[in-house]
């Protein structure tokens, strides 16, 4: 996969190009980042606050699929240097993953649909270690439990 607007939103993002990321989305394009949604100036914004925030990070992004419609597979790295969504830099390092699920055409991104725990994100900026989360209790076997 060489050709196409998603390769080429790739390789900008990889080169921190924002002109270039943005010229591949189509005048109509509509993103979501965890369920929320967005414009194509705001998935720019998205972009730069990453860039920003994390100055020597990196998406390593890695599409597969084709015909219009691909999942982006990515792990973001970085140290916590600057300013995130209001969040001053803490200088701990990061890493996280996630997907976007894309649909294009042939010269555009239509939309990509981003996804990642936020929790897990945020604990690695807000905490010195990452708190994973414990699993709940079944309610069915707790009620089992107590009554003998």
Known sequence: ???????????????RA????RATLS?????????????????MA??????????DGAFAL???GG???HVIAWNFFGTHGG???????????????????SVSDPDHILSLDWKWDTKVFLSAVLDPEIVVPQPRPDP???WDHQRG
């Open 1 to 15: 996969m060489t050709t196409g607007p998603v390769p080429r939103f790739v390789a900008a993002v990889h080169a």
């Open 67 to 69: 015909s219009g419609r």
């Open 27 to 43: 005048p109509g394009f509509a993103g979501r980042a965890n369920g929320r949604a967005f414009d194509a100036d705001a998935q």
């Open 18 to 21: 924002a002109a270039a990321a």
């Open 46 to 55: 998205m972009l730069q606050a990453f860039w920003d925030g994390f100055p």
């Open 83 to 101: 300013t995130y969504s209001g969040i001053p830099a803490t200088g701990r390092p990061i890493r996280f993953q996630g997907y976007a699920v």
């Open 140 to 142: 069915v076997r707790h």
């Open 62 to 64: 890695e599409p597969t």
